[in-house]
């Protein structure tokens, strides 16, 4: 039996039946676990909805009564029937009204409550899942998650469901009313439900391929937009603004050339129903004009037979919309729910082991990782870093040196074997302790939205300013914030408060600095800092990293000199392992790279 897990069917279009099944099941069951919370208001909301369409529908059968018994008697100076059923007309369509706008707040508040639940879960999903899942799954595919295909549904839940209720209900009463008013115009209309049933199909089968074309011509336009403004310094970069245009220009084409098609569907569609539905009224008018002669009905049942014929084909061209609104926010709700089924591939321990004041020791015990099976980055590696001790990581690139780092970091866990942290598997740490004892800054130090001491809080959310200035002191921030147009307050992501990529390298610097952990890692964290930042930052370095485990990842081998250690990776394994001062001083490969970079400073 296959199995399709998450969202490994997302791509596929080449599901098998069973597949396919489990995968309705999966949005079927996500569906329930909304609209379960609000099955007293459903019920309600429907219960307005027969109501309101009951009211409706009575309309013409109280002309008709108003016709055939009101007039009359009014002509016979009695005045009471036409004064009884206008005010029954009146009452009615008060009434109706007040059901609809009932109705209306009960519908909008269903889909607003499912769609907040549901944006929420899939914010809430997107974080939970770890590092792995977003390493494969793009932000593009994870913004149409939220955006797109949480519109879509929000189409269904706004007018497609209520249309598709309401508009069977009205065709239903109208259907019933006029078979009870008047059987043989009922036989007429039932006469016209032939080629309405062909041209409904028609319509059908056309527009769902039709419109499948114009969501995925849709979803290309939105993914070749993000993908160009995510990399927008490379297009500067490399001129690629007009081939990029004309690329999109193709793809707005094919969206702008399938919405024509879809509308050219319903030029066929909408007049087709006009035509059957006034067909049908012509056909009643003249029987029924006939019966009225013949004496066989009264002209007030005419009329009212009239306007049901006519009223019935209203809701038609909104309840074949309803088809394709199904149709997208199922495709939507499928592949919500393929993200929400993700489990983290780091998950948390069921048990966590508490590690309240962690001294940082750091040990990898025949670890072998691979981040996809079949290529092993790290085979059986084994480390001992002891508490406080400096390490400088260096090798050439795709050494495996980041890979090292998240699995300290514990964005990985270990294929094979464990690594631990005073002796406790990081798996059963407990997450807080293990964020609060071990932090990793990287090359990209990403700031959010928000005020410079904002961003430095993140490290320590309970911060008062003057740890977070004093924080921003050791690593030589204070000096630039100082200068920014508001200082601490200025907020990073405006224009004039930008900050330069060395800046935002402090920046998180001192965030880390302020979170205190024992364990820092600096992945080529020092790389963007210019020569006379990058020694004052390694000053402030150097007192603060003497009671703690740091690792740092660097190419620049001036950074080494602060380090207890050196140790040189090269494919997945440490080559060479000694203090800065052995290594430089002995014949391997650091003691060359160190001369070669020396020579480079003469
Ligand atoms: N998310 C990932 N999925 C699959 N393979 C990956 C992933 N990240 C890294 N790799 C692979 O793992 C190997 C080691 O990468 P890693 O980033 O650890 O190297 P590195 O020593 O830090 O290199 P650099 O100095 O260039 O940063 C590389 O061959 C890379 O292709």
């Known amino acids: 039996m296959s199995v399709v897990t998450g969202v490994t069917g997302e791509e596929r279009d080449d599901l098998n039946r069973a597949e396919s099944t489990q995968v309705r099941r999966r949005s079927q069951v996500l569906l329930g676990s909304l609209l379960s919370p609000l099955k007293r208001r459903i019920v309600l909301t429907f219960a307005v909805v027969v109501v309101s369409t009951a009211a409706q529908v009575a309309g013409p059968a109280l002309i008709a009564l108003g016709i055939d018994r009101g007039v009359p008697a009014l002509i016979a100076g009695d005045a009471m029937p036409v004064a009884l059923t206008t005010i029954a007309y009146i009452v009615l369509g008060i009434g109706g009204a007040l059901l609809i706008g009932w109705y209306t707040l ?41 955006t797109s295909d949480l519109d879509s549904i929000r189409e269904l839940l706004d007018s497609g469901v209520s249309n598709l209720v309401s508009g069977v209900l009205y065709m239903l009463g109208t259907a019933i009313a006029l078979v009870v008013i008047d059987p043989m115009s009922g036989a007429i209309l039932a006469g016209a439900l032939v080629p ?8 059908q089968t056309r527009s769902q391929i039709r419109f499948r074309r114009t969501r995925v011509a849709s979803a290309r336009v939105i ?61 009643v008018l003249l029987v029924g004009g006939y019966r009225v002669v013949d004496g066989g009905i009264q002209i007030g049942v005419l009329l009212a037979a009239l306007l049901y014929s006519r009223r019935f084909f209203d809701p038609m061209e909104e309840m074949a919309m309803f088809y394709n609104s199904y149709q997208s926010a199922a495709a939507a709700l499928e592949k919500i729910s393929g993200v929400l089924e ?75 074997g464990t690594v631990t942290l005073d002796g406790i598997d990081l798996r059963s740490l ?173």
């Open 342 to 416: 993700e489990e983290p591939t780091v998950p948390d321990p069921a048990h966590p082991v508490e590690l309240r004041a962690a001294r940082g020791a750091l040990r990898f015990d025949e670890v072998t990782f691979g981040y996809s099976a079949g290529r092993v980055i790290l085979p059986s590696f084994d480390l001992d870093i002891p508490a406080g001790q400096v390490i400088a990581l260096v090798g050439s690139t795709g050494a495996g040196k980041t890979t090292l780092a998240k699995l300290i970091s514990r964005f990985y866990d270990p294929t094979i």
């Open 430 to 602: 407990h997450p807080k302790d293990l964020r609060r004892a071990i932090v990793m800054v990287t090359q990209e130090s990403y700031l959010f939205s928000g005020s410079v001491a904002e961003n430095i809080a993140l490290g320590k959310p309970d911060a008062t300013r003057e740890q977070i200035v004093s924080a921003a002191r050791a690593v030589g921030a204070h000096e630039f914030i100082e200068l920014l147009p508001n200082g601490y307050d200025t907020d990073v992501n405006k224009r004039g408060g930008r900050v330069s990529a060395g800046q935002r390298q402090l920046i998180s610097f001192a965030r880390a600095f302020l979170a205190d952990p024992a364990v820092l890692i600096l992945d080529e964290a020092t790389a963007s800092l210019d020569i006379p930042s990058e020694r004052a930052v390694q000053e402030a370095l150097q007192t603060l990293l003497s009671d703690r485990t740091a690792i740092i990842i660097a190419h620049r081998l001036s950074t080494v000199a602060i380090a207890d250690r050196v140790l040189v990776m090269e494919h997945g394994r440490i080559v060479e392992d000694g203090t800065p001062a052995d290594l430089i001083g002995g014949t391997g490969r650091f003691a060359s790279l160190h001369a070669a970079w020396r020579d480079s400073l003469v």
């Open 196 to 203: 309405l049933w062909f041209l409904t199909r028609w319509f």
């Open 223 to 283: 993914v070749k937009f993000v993908e160009t403004m995510t990399g927008i310094r490379a297009v500067k970069a490399f001129r690629t603004e007009p081939a990029n245009d004309r690329v999109f220009a193709k793809d707005v084409e094919e969206h702008r050339d399938s919405n024509a098609r879809v509308i050219r569907l319903f030029g066929i569609y909408d007049p087709g129903l006009v035509l059957i539905g006034n067909v049908t009224v012509a056909i």
């Open 106 to 146: 009960l519908q909008a508040k269903i889909s607003q409550a499912v769609l907040f639940d549901l944006r929420r879960r899939v914010f809430r999903q997107t974080q939970r899942l770890s590092l792995e899942f977003h390493e494969s799954y793009t932000s593009g595919r994870i913004i149409s998650r939220q």
